[in-house]
């Protein structure tokens, strides 16, 4: 083993990671993010004290993982998909 940066795996949080990951699954969760509502990475930025670069590496797990979407428009936000919400409010609906 070499005295390097370690590398992390795909699906390892960075340590800047883990606090813009827990808050907006927990926001997705108390409806603070409405269905289809833009996430606003530069104002999640500033509150986290990260760059918006840091922050859309952030963004990017959550959207690997089902609970965001890239706005390819945008491509600088992403959208809460209504099926994340609605599967945690109990209504079923699919992903598209």
């Known amino acids: 083993?070499?005295?390097?940066?370690?590398?992390l795996g795909p699906y390892e949080l960075h340590n800047n990671d883990i606090a813009p990951d827990a808050t907006v699954r927990q926001r997705?969760?108390?409806d603070y993010y409405r269905f289809g509502q833009?996430?606003?990475t530069g104002?999640?930025?500033?509150?986290?004290?990260l760059t918006t670069?840091?922050?859309?590496?952030?963004?990017?797990?959550?959207?690997?993982?089902?609970?965001?979407?890239?706005?390819?428009?945008?491509?600088q936000c992403a959208a809460v998909p209504d099926y994340v919400s609605a599967a945690y409010a109990g209504v079923a609906l699919k992903p598209q």
């Open 28 to 30: 997705i969760l108390s």
């Open 43 to 49: 104002l999640l930025s500033e509150e986290f004290l």
């Open 53 to 75: 670069e840091q922050v859309t590496r952030a963004v990017r797990r959550l959207v690997r993982n089902g609970w965001v979407r890239r706005d390819p428009v945008l491509d």
């Open 38 to 40: 833009a996430l606003p």
């Open 1 to 7: 083993m070499t005295g390097g940066p370690r590398v």
